[in-house]
């Protein structure tokens, strides 16, 4: 064999095991594009086009592999970033994809735990108001953790500078975030207003309404009248049949944190209803009677 032909095969050998880095790493860049553009299609795009870049690079001296896929995968995304805001194409609610629910193979257990935690409609439409620097110094330092020398050879700025973007875009995620829970509370408080009302009134069809068909509702037995009733009630019918005309004394409250009810004056408190709400329906009630239990809980009545 000439040395030409050994230097073709050895062109071709170093391109395989490129390859075989690059697909070693693909889920973990699908994963880094994907928080960064809140978009799979986009982010198959910009993992494509990092593939690219990487057959085309001088990696003679990278010594960390994964680490410059990362650094180029996030280049790519800067530059469909700055793109997609030259055409005012920002990512808004109704431009915000679903949440990631499935995944391409089950072979990466890390992948797939990452992509189901948070990335759903409600983060991308916070990142989305960032611009595209703060949006890639928030996701490559908080979520990813690479640090800020890193980033800012990425954006092309100071190490100061992308803290500072980092630090910026932090503050408007927690501020969204506080937005989000408040409303969260205050449709769960008009949902449990809106039960314990039709409670009190004996509104048997406003109770169906309000409760999910498939509701579960587990009564304490340490409440004497609840001794001789089912632990586990299933279904919305019979939990409007042991609701409606009741609740007579319930006041809605904060229990540890979330909005329930409370039966009876604070310092004599009968038992009371934790309440878990989906899809605008109450799923789940729990009556929590025992006294050991109850001294546990946090609460806090809340005014009308």
């Not at 870049?53 to 995304?77: A, F, H, K």
Request: aromatic share 6%.
């Amino acid at each position: 064999m000439s040395n030409k032909e050994k230097e073709g095969l050895e062109r071709v050998n170093d391109h395989n095991g490129l390859a075989e880095q690059f697909e070693s790493h693909r889920n973990h860049l699908q994963s880094v594009a994907y928080r960064i553009l809140g978009s799979r299609n986009e982010a198959d795009d910009a993992v494509q086009e990092s593939w690219i870049r990487l057959s085309r690079s001088d990696m003679s001296s990278v010594e960390n592999i994964g680490g410059w896929m990362t650094t180029i995968v996030s280049r790519v995304c800067l530059d469909m970033l700055r793109a997609r805001k030259s055409r005012h194409e920002d990512l808004t609610i109704d431009r915000a994809p679903e949440p990631v629910t499935h995944f391409r193979d089950g072979s990466d257990p890390e992948y797939e735990a990452l992509m189901a935690d948070a990335v759903g409609h409600a983060m991308l439409v916070v990142l989305g108001k960032l611009s595209p620097a703060e949006r890639i110094a928030f996701v490559l330092h908080d979520i990813f953790g690479m640090s800020f020398a890193d980033i800012a050879s990425i954006l092309g700025r100071n190490e100061a500078a992308s803290r500072k973007l980092a630090s910026r875009a932090r503050q408007r995620v927690k501020g969204d975030e506080s937005a989000s829970r408040a409303e969260e509370l205050r449709r769960k408080r008009e949902l449990v207003d809106a039960f314990l009302a039709a409670s009190r009134a004996g509104d048997f069809e406003k109770l169906l309404y309000i409760l999910d068909p498939n509701v579960v509702t587990r009564n304490d037995p340490a409440f004497p009248p609840a001794a001789n009733a089912p632990v586990v009630v299933h279904g919305s019918q019979a939990a409007a049949k042991q609701f409606a005309g009741r609740a007579q004394g319930a006041q809605p409250a904060l229990v540890n944190g979330s909005v329930g009810a409370v039966i009876g004056p604070l310092d004599r408190i009968l038992f009371v209803l934790v309440f878990t709400v989906k899809n605008d329906k109450i799923t789940e009630i729990e009556m929590i009677a025992d006294r050991a239990r109850l001294r546990q809980l946090d609460l806090a009545l809340l005014s009308d």
